[in-house]
């Protein structure tokens, strides 16, 4: 538990106050904060999930196939639990209820599954893949459903204020990112049996360096940009990220037999503070945007605990099952 504080949690403290601070002192914006994501986001996330995964063998993969079916079911139940919940009060529209979903139904795994799950875990496919996975039911199924719902909802609400779209179009630009497209293009390398040659690694780890670092500063700065103003639907949804979710995840994966060390990545995942995708999703929505962020900044605060927490009882849950 020392370790899990000292090396995953502290270092992440220590880069998001330097990004706050920055943030505060007008060293680095908003818009800089953008642009540091867009570098996470096309180039050194990808860049990670990539090399790290090619490195894997199709056994490893046959393995995941519980982690695949988990994820989805876990995250995506939480997801519109979080949708409904929130749907139920009176002053919430549909959008309001749809971006609660994006925040409060997703964990952050783009910017943060690297920086957390290595030092406890180590640097292993095993930890690539669990971001891999994650991230792709977050950006390929999660992000379209949330914008379904939300412009279903500002339809209603406003005829003609959202765009006639086909359904299908969200899905196909989620995939069309780079940290979508990049897992699945190492998947099918590992399982057509190509072998990865070792001089290729360090040209992809020189950039995938950068990721985790880079995450969390950016959201260091990020936070520092916007005014946050805790409620009881910031605590609410709070709840239901940092403890609802992993709970779900953790009694799929007992149910389903999963392998224990995918399962203990995987409710670290399942733990992660609220993705800051659905913040940006919200700001351009002008929709839930005070309520949303600081639900996202209580979890930050939260998952302080909740990481060696989630660890533990999942040690625990394991022994007994």
């Known amino acids: 538990m020392e370790h899990i504080i000292l090396y995953a949690i502290v270092p992440i403290i220590v880069v998001m106050l330097a990004g706050y601070i920055s943030g505060k002192k007008g060293i680095f914006s908003g818009d800089d904060a953008k642009k540091f994501n867009k ?4 180039y050194a996330l990808p860049a990670a999930l990539f090399v790290s995964i090619a490195q894997a063998s199709r056994e490893m993969l046959a393995r995941d196939i519980k982690l695949s079916l988990v994820s ?7 997801f519109m639990l979080v949708y409904f919940v929130f749907l139920m009060f009176k002053k919430n529209t ?3 209820a749809a971006v609660s979903a994006l925040i409060s139904g997703s964990p952050t795994i783009g910017f943060l599954g690297f920086a957390v799950l290595e030092p ?11 971001v891999a996975i994650v991230g792709i039911v977050v950006n390929a199924v999660g992000i379209p459903v949330g914008l379904s719902l939300m412009n279903a909802s500002l339809e ?3 005829p003609g204020s959202a765009k006639k779209q086909s359904a299908w179009k969200p899905v ?9 497209w990049a897992p699945i293009l190492a998947v099918v390398w590992v399982l057509v049996g190509i072998p990865w040659p070792d001089w290729a690694s360090p040209s992809f780890n020189l950039i995938k360096g950068a990721n985790a670092s880079m995450a969390v500063f950016s959201a260091g700065i990020t936070l520092s940009a916007i005014k946050i103003q805790i409620n009881w639907q910031a605590v609410l949804g709070s709840i239901l990220k940092m403890v609802v979710m992993p709970l779900v995840v953790l009694i799929l994966g007992l149910l389903w037999h999963m392998d224990p060390l995918n399962l203990k990545m995987l409710v670290v995942a399942a733990a992660l503070p609220p993705a800051f995708s659905g913040i ?3 700001d351009e929505y002008d929709t839930y945007v005070a309520t949303g962020t600081s639900s996202l900044t209580l979890s930050v605060i939260l998952f302080i605990g909740f990481c060696p927490l989630w660890i533990w009882l999942t040690d625990l849950a394991l022994k007994m099952f």
């Open 39 to 42: 570098v996470v986001l096309d």
């Open 72 to 78: 989805l079911i876990g995250i995506m139940a939480c």
């Open 94 to 96: 549909g959008a309001d």
């Open 120 to 130: 406890i875990f180590g640097t292993n496919p095993s930890v690539a893949l669990v």
């Open 156 to 158: 209603k609400q406003q």
């Open 172 to 180: 196909i630009h989620a995939l069309e990112q780079p940290v979508a």
């Open 280 to 282: 940006i999703i919200a």
